[in-house]
């Protein structure tokens, strides 16, 4: 009798704590890890243990032959890499084969990169798997979350938020939208969550906001947004500039935004008195 | 033989020089002008040689009594106030008496506060006129007004940011936005044009835009927005804005977007080469 053999996976590996989250997980799941360290994001001292290489950014066939080498078919991509400016790569053999389907993902919103990033690999043969395969509590279902729940006005201002952000969706953007008062006050462009709540914040310094309307940050995936290489994410940062925003709360949608840090998320939103709050959402 | 009465026209007038320069082409047209200068927002010695009363948002009843006096029937509402907070109101009778209607049109985005305005005078038989049948030239039909021409680039830019500004009316919000390498830049929330137009000029300093993809503003009203009481409006400070974001040029509706101080306003974009182009819109 022979035992199975073990399945592998490669884990692209960006900056952040959860790179290194997934490796652990898909360890106890039973997989064997490789590392793909995307130099200048992700740390190499942070995974000892782990089997790793270190690729920049472009390196396209040498990544390819690593994975052909180890007989790996299963890639997770986690963690963040700052989005290069096509110029910027610095092209290998690899790369250069396929440089009419990157330059092709290159324009476009990040969706379209990430999907034209995904398709590239799954052509090669490779299968892209969700991070949240094994991030399992960081992705929580529906409910709240904090000790503190949304009010009757904190719903209402939610499923303001919720259609704004449904009809902004077709344009690959809107995954976050601050909602006060009854009015749409912040919409989210390129510039992230945290820009976003900074300028809400200075909106009710000015008096730009009634003092008395609170309101809530709605944080969604875009629709068909594909979670496997772009989930939503929610922190302790989240929290703090929600706070620092006047916020009553935050909602996110039920397993498919990523809580960040969880215990120090959700025991900074009961320390400053907001909600969080997962809402259904398919 | 008796002449015939002249036309009387009472013009509501905020801060800027646009109530001005509405109450010289009534004037021009016939009407008898009537200024009720808001306190603290227009400046009465800059209305020489017209008739003029001051009164305070919130008195109401006062309003109404003087545009009786005067048998004035016809409405302009022009210039800048800052939107009031409801407690902030030093109310009259004649408020009060229309407490409730206040209150909910208070409640709400600017339209439904305006909206609210509008049928409350029309309810005490007034016609609220729209600014625009004084203020030809300032609202200028399709065609580009600019040396420069948009690019074809710039032309599909302009088609998008259209799109998502209509997904957004609905929601009554978005008056403008920045496109820029085929991606949604900046959504306008609360904060306005000039701000969100600083904000790309942040992006961009940050390295969060290629250098080569220049980018539009699209600034157009809302559906549904009422051009009698709110009209979006670009001038010498816009262009300024989207010159320092970097930006190609600026989109507006025909008809239905004024263009402050016009000559100054076309001489700055020509000067710094960009494009200032009126699309159809209706």
């Known amino acids: 009798m022979t035992t199975p053999a073990p399945r ?10 959860l790179p290194l989250q997934v490796g652990i997980q898909a360890r106890r799941d039973g997989f064997e890890v490789f590392f793909v ?22 390196q396209l066939g040498r990544f390819l032959k690593s994975l052909r080498t180890r007989d790996i078919k299963d890639v997770v ?6 989005r290069p400016a096509l110029g910027d790569l610095v092209p290998d053999f ?12 290159f324009k476009g919103g990040d969706d379209h990169l990430l999907g034209g990033m995904v398709r590239l690999l799954e052509n090669q043969g490779l299968t892209v798997r969700a991070p949240s395969e094994f991030l399992g509590e960081l992705m929580p279902p529906s409910g709240t979350l904090s000790a503190m729940k949304p009010s009757r006005t904190a719903l209402d201002e939610i499923d303001r938020g919720k259609a704004v952000l449904e009809a902004l969706s077709a344009f690959d953007i809107g995954q976050a939208v601050v909602v006060a008062d009854s009015r749409i006050v912040a919409v989210e462009g390129i510039e992230g969550t945290d820009q976003m709540l900074a300028r809400v914040a200075s909106l009710r310094a000015a008096g730009r906001l009634k003092p008395s309307a609170r309101g809530v940050l709605v944080k969604l ?60 959402w398919s």
Not at 8 to 17: E, H, N, P, V, W
Not at 94 to 104: D, K, P, Q, V
């Open 8 to 17: 592998r996976l490669a884990i692209i590996a960006g900056s952040g704590d």
């Open 37 to 58: 360290l995307i130099a200048g994001s992700a740390r190499p001292e942070d995974f000892n243990g782990f089997e790793t290489t270190k690729l920049r950014l472009g």
């Open 77 to 82: 991509i986690i963690g963040a890499v700052v």
């Open 94 to 105: 690899g790369l250069l084969r396929h440089y009419f389907a990157i330059r092709h993902a």
């Open 221 to 280: 995936p875009k629709r068909g947004q594909d979670l496997r290489v772009d989930m939503p994410t929610v922190g302790p940062a989240t929290i703090r500039n929600a706070a620092e925003a006047g916020l009553e709360g935050i909602a996110i949608a039920a397993n498919a935004v990523l809580l960040a840090d969880r215990p120090r998320t959700i025991a900074l939103a009961d320390s400053s008195g907001l909600f969080l709050h997962a809402i259904d």
